[in-house]
């Protein structure tokens, strides 16, 4: 078996559980079958073991470096992007028009989830790029497709998102980033971003940036920013006034340059029209929140691979009932310990797997409510327990775990940023409980689809999660009784969990009528994966929803000074 993702399971989720050979019926897709799919998922998985993961350990050692003139980050990153383009992964997912194959977003990000894995840093240049394209797809002008999208899906551009900046972190309405209209139809854009992934190296011939900033005498806050393309260079070739400032050095993701970008009378092009950035730039924030929970699936995936296989061939210990000192120790997979943090973290990496793919082919058949009040889960929650995945492989390795000499300790720094990338957890809760359950009655529609799912199963434990998910809709409506904003958000991140873990025993639940009464190791380690979740972990929605049920103000009521 793979050491990077287990093929087996992507197997079953995309043909035994989502059924995407059904997808083909669809115009879009009428070219693809099974063996478009399978030929595609095995050339990732190639790839990501030939191009992407011999470098994973490199990059994170000889992170990225500045001179004060040029980056320079290891060869193996340029090499690696170039096979991932070559190959017209990057265009996979985009229509024929633009020179894509038109796979479906399910395929696609199972793809993707093999570059994710095996090196998140090298993986994050094509996810920002195609991030970036798809918005100017959407968004931009024939002229603007042609000049800067094209480019990107033959891999010659890369792309970023520049939101944040130094004064405003995740605050957007206090964006200061100022954009001036020229007579020539351009804006000259001055100011600073901060936090820039990808924001400046020598790995593409260059850099289309993505700025929010401010026109010139339009009103303050979200309504008044507006999106630009600003590129490193100028079609003519000329650099344009964007400057690297400097590069920030972070804990884990090291092998993905992360900038500090000064902008300075730099020529940007308005896309579509002013007062619109925000709303424009969710289509790309949107993807890349799916992108960094699939990111954060991939790693804790790995993760409890590499724990899974330690566990088996590592010698320790013997059973309590084992009174014989000289009887040679067992492999520590005997422990009752060791297999209690191996079944969680199959349980939070295969569940969360299940729940990336389930989303993404929401955006094939075009379910956009329940995909929109999914997305801050889709985001945060893996985020949170696929990243506990990697401690409990950490704690499977013992000492040796907490040594550079095993991967895992990478994993777990890589994937810590997750909790923080394209909007914290926190911002995320606020987003799910703040917006995301009342538009468009998003939570009726998500509790109406695990319903569905509950009263079509003949599982025990259907009857407890359409339990968990009736009493979510009577909390949340309890919670908004009293038209207080500020109390409602209060413990919006216990919400978060909440739904989370619903949302995650949904998943279980249906992959179990996907199994069926499927016969085999594989389809028994589903069904002890579902046990142990609904068993140990959706017990802990009771407390969370009794805790917001009784309207608790504490972090409201206290008084900052004391802490």
Not at 99 to 124: D, H, K, Y
Not at 353 to 370: F, N, P, Q, R, S
Not at 436 to 458: F, Q, Y
Not at 512 to 519: I, V
Request: glycine content about 8%; aromatic content about 8%.
């Amino acid at each position: 078996m793979s050491m990077i993702l287990n093929r087996r399971d992507l197997e079953f989720l995309l043909y035994e559980w989502l059924d995407v050979e059904s997808l083909t019926a669809d115009p879009r897709f009428a070219e693809h079958g099974r063996e478009t799919f399978d030929a595609v998922l095995d050339l990732s998985q190639q790839i990501a073991e030939r191009e992407f993961a011999p470098h994973n350990r490199r990059s994170d050692l000889e992170e990225p470096t500045f001179d004060g003139s040029a980056v320079t980050v290891i060869p193996e990153v340029g090499k690696a992007l170039r096979a991932f383009a070559d190959a017209g992964l990057i265009s996979a997912t985009f229509p024929a028009s633009v020179g894509g194959m038109e796979l479906p977003q399910v395929v696609g990000r199972a793809c993707f989830a093999w570059f994710q894995a095996a090196n998140i840093a090298t993986s994050a240049y094509s996810m920002l790029t195609m991030g970036n394209a798809a918005l100017l797809l959407e968004y931009g002008t024939p002229e603007q497709i042609d000049t800067y999208v094209r480019p990107m899906l033959e891999g010659r551009y890369t792309g970023t998102m520049c939101l944040s900046e130094p004064q405003a972190g995740s605050s957007l309405s206090d964006v200061t980033t100022r954009a001036e209209r020229q007579d020539d139809g351009s804006y000259s854009i001055t100011g600073s971003k901060m936090w820039i992934s990808a924001g400046d190296h020598e790995l593409s011939e260059t850099i289309v940036h993505l700025v929010l900033a401010r026109v010139v005498g339009a009103p303050a806050g979200v309504k008044g920013l507006s999106l630009f393309i600003v590129p490193k260079h100028l079609p003519s070739g000329a650099r344009n006034n964007v400057t690297l400032a400097g590069l920030n050095h972070k804990m884990g993701f090291r092998g993905t340059t992360n900038a500090v970008l000064a902008f300075d009378g730099a020529t940007g092009h308005l896309v579509q029209a002013e007062g619109q950035g925000l709303a424009q730039m969710f289509h790309m924030m949107n993807e890349a929140r799916i992108g960094v929970g699939s990111g954060a699936v991939a790693l804790g995936y790995t993760g409890y691979l590499h724990a899974l296989a330690y566990a088996r061939e590592r010698l320790q210990g013997r059973p309590p009932a084992g009174k014989d000192p000289s009887a040679p120790p067992v492999p520590i997979v005997r422990h009752p310990d060791v297999r209690r943090m191996l079944l969680a973290s199959k349980s939070y990496v295969e569940g969360g797997m299940a729940l990336i793919l389930y989303t993404a082919k929401l955006v094939d058949v075009g379910e956009t409510v329940l995909l929109d009040v999914l997305t801050p889960i889709v985001k945060a929650w893996p985020s949170q327990w696929c990243l506990r995945a990697n401690d409990l492989a950490i704690q499977v390795h013992g000492g040796y775990g907490y040594t550079r000499e095993y991967p895992v300790e990478q994993f777990y720094r890589d994937n810590r940023l997750n909790p923080i990338h394209e909007g914290t957890d926190g911002i995320q809760a606020l987003d799910l409980l703040g917006r995301k359950v009342l538009l468009n009655d998003g939570l009726r529609v998500l509790v109406s689809a695990i319903s569905a799912t509950a009263d079509s199963s003949s599982s025990p434990y259907a009857p407890r999660l359409l339990a968990a998910a009736q009493r979510l809709a009577t909390v949340t409506a309890k919670l908004w009784a009293a038209g207080d904003p500020d109390k409602a958000l209060a413990n919006a991140s216990t919400y978060l969990d909440a739904a989370g873990h619903i949302v995650i025993a949904w998943m279980w639940l249906s992959q179990l009528d996907a199994a069926g009464d499927a016969e085999g190791a594989f389809y028994d380690g589903k069904r002890l994966a579902a046990r142990y979740f609904f068993d140990h972990e959706l017990p802990r929605v009771g407390p969370w929803l009794d805790l917001l049920e009784s309207g608790d103000t504490l972090l409201l009521d206290l008084d900052d000074t004391v802490l």
